[in-house]
């Protein structure tokens, strides 16, 4: 277990792979913890590369600070923690809110990102009154009361049925509620269309065909606003694409690493 101290947060993450291999960053979904990339990880190759995960506030075992939270302050806490860590070029991986991070992060440090993965993602999510409303909810009746709704968005009927799918409902309804809600306001208040506009860096787009969180048309059209950006969708697959079809995602990874970033390892 890794812990980083910053000024604000204490950061968790784990790196797996090459200590000197070309960095791998990814960043997880809202309700979720650096768990969510096991499947992908297991599928990467170890030697050249470095893979890097970690918790963003309020989430896993990082610390959960005071909110509302901003996407700016999410995107200030990753910079810093990839910093610390001598990550200084890296490919960055992020689904849903992890995606947002990734957008902004891009923007504010283009020398430090050189290749954009956005998975299940948009350079806007959603309208400020539907986070407003399920932060009502889930302050009345905590995560428990949208737990079920969340998992018909995260993932297709067949997955849900298994027993696995009760370990990733366990996983959100665990998720501290103040680094939820934090979370919430940070994608409730954002709207990337500007800045993800002027992102000129190679970039895929993965969308998920039943994704009900962030539809593939929201995934499509934000990978479009990025020239010369690529996007595919992932079959029978829900917001969380990397559990449900994850020989499919890193594959798409693996292809991307190689063939647009020019990663010699894989």
Same mark, same amino acid.
């Given at each position: 277990?890794?812990?980083? /101290? ?8 784990? #790196?797996?792979?090459? =200590? ?8 997880? @979904? ?32 990082? @610390?959960?600070? =005071? ?129 993800? @506009? #002027? ?15 962030? =539809?593939? #048309? ?10 010369? @950006?690529?996007?595919? #969708? ?11 079809? =994850? ?14 970033? /020019?990663?010699?390892?894989?």
């Amino acid at each position: 277990m890794q812990i980083m /101290h910053l000024p604000e947060v204490d950061i968790h993450w784990r #790196e797996d792979g090459d =200590p000197n291999g070309f960095a791998v960053v990814f960043a997880n @979904s809202l309700g979720t913890d650096l768990r969510l990339w096991d499947k992908i990880i297991d599928r990467l190759p170890h030697s050249g590369l470095r893979l890097i995960r970690f918790d963003k506030r309020g989430h896993g075992l990082s @610390s959960c600070p =005071p909110g509302p939270y901003t996407m700016e302050v999410l995107a200030k806490d990753t910079e810093h923690f990839l910093r610390l860590i001598d990550v200084n070029k890296c490919s960055f991986v992020g689904l849903s809110i992890g995606g947002m991070i990734g957008q902004m992060l891009a923007h504010r440090q283009p020398d430090l990102v050189r290749g954009l993965v956005l998975s299940n993602t948009g350079a806007k999510m959603g309208d400020a009154a539907m986070w407003r409303d399920r932060i009502s909810r889930i302050r009345s009746g905590g995560l428990e009361s949208i737990a079920d709704a969340v998992m018909d968005r995260w993932f297709c009927e067949p997955f849900r049925e298994t027993t696995e799918c009760r370990g990733w409902r366990n996983m959100l309804t665990r998720t501290p509620a103040d680094g939820y809600i934090g979370c919430c306001n940070a994608i409730a208040d954002a709207d990337l269309t500007g800045s993800t @506009s #002027e992102l000129r860096l190679p970039t895929i787009g993965i969308g998920g065909s039943n994704d009900l969180a962030s =539809p593939p #048309e929201v995934v499509r059209t934000t990978t479009a606003l990025i020239p010369g @950006s690529r996007y595919v #969708e992932i079959s029978d697959a829900g917001h969380l694409p990397c559990v449900e079809q =994850p020989d499919v995602f890193a594959g798409h990874l693996k292809t991307f690493l190689k063939e647009d970033l /020019h990663v010699g390892s894989i």
